[in-house]
């Protein structure tokens, strides 16, 4: 079945610091896949996608690549604030007969000023 | 800007309680879901809706049932509510855009059943 697989956390980092989630995902076809984002007592917030092979989702200084060979859509910045600080979630979503999006279990980040 | 909101950030209920969790999204979005949030497992789907009156089963719909009777909303139930449905739930709408749907969420109730 469809799944998707993040790096546990947390993650702590100094602000300026190069920071990567990774994320693995395992579906047949060509899924789209999502990175959204949880501040701290908000819901979820979709920060880029990516909805097929090659394309890189980019915003607000974050970006991810989706690989097909990897099987993996891993989130990426290159100097993170302390803004950044919350739960970042990887998903897929496929249209299967429904439009149900797959999450994985999300990696709380911490900056440090 | 998609607005989704529910009706109650925070929720305290007793065992055996009938709870109702709303969700109004104001985009005009077929797509409705109700998901609950955990630590550690991320989010589960309870249920779904593709339009009015129609509803579909998520991963984990046991204990749970909803009602979509205006495209604008849907609505949460938990007939007989217990302490392991203490939980953050989280409802989001979409347009249909087939695999490239992006999810729009609401800020989420935290229910506590004591």
């Known amino acids: 079945g469809n799944s998707v697989t993040q790096m546990e956390g947390p993650v702590t980092l100094s602000e300026e610091a190069f920071l990567t989630i990774n994320c693995t995902y395992t579906a047949t076809g060509y899924p789209s896949l999502f990175w959204y984002v949880q501040y701290p007592g908000e819901g979820l917030q979709l920060l880029l996608k990516?909805?097929?092979?090659?394309d890189k989702g980019s915003n607000k200084g974050f970006e991810a690549t989706y690989r097909k060979e990897t099987t993996s859509f891993h989130l990426e910045k290159g100097s993170v604030q302390v803004s950044d600080s919350a739960v970042y979630f990887c998903a897929l979503s496929r249209n299967t007969g429904g439009f149900k999006t797959i999450f994985g279990a999300g990696t709380r980040l911490f900056v440090k000023a | 800007d998609v607005k989704v909101t529910q009706s109650s950030r925070y929720l305290v209920k007793r065992t055996g309680e009938k709870v109702f969790l709303e969700c109004v999204q104001d985009m005009d979005h077929e797509n409705m879901f109700w998901y609950r949030q955990d630590p550690g497992l991320g989010l589960r789907l309870i249920y779904f809706s593709y339009d009015v009156k129609m509803k579909e089963k998520g991963d984990i719909p046991e204990g749970y049932s909803v009602s979509r009777e205006k495209k604008e909303r849907f609505s949460l139930i938990l007939e007989s509510a217990s302490t392991n449905q203490t939980s953050m739930y989280l409802c989001?709408?979409?347009?249909?855009?087939?695999?490239?749907?992006?999810?729009?969420f609401g800020p989420g109730t935290r229910l506590l059943v004591l």
């Open positions: 989001a709408s979409s347009l249909p855009e087939r695999s490239q749907e992006t999810q729009y």
């Open positions: 990516a909805t097929k092979a090659d």
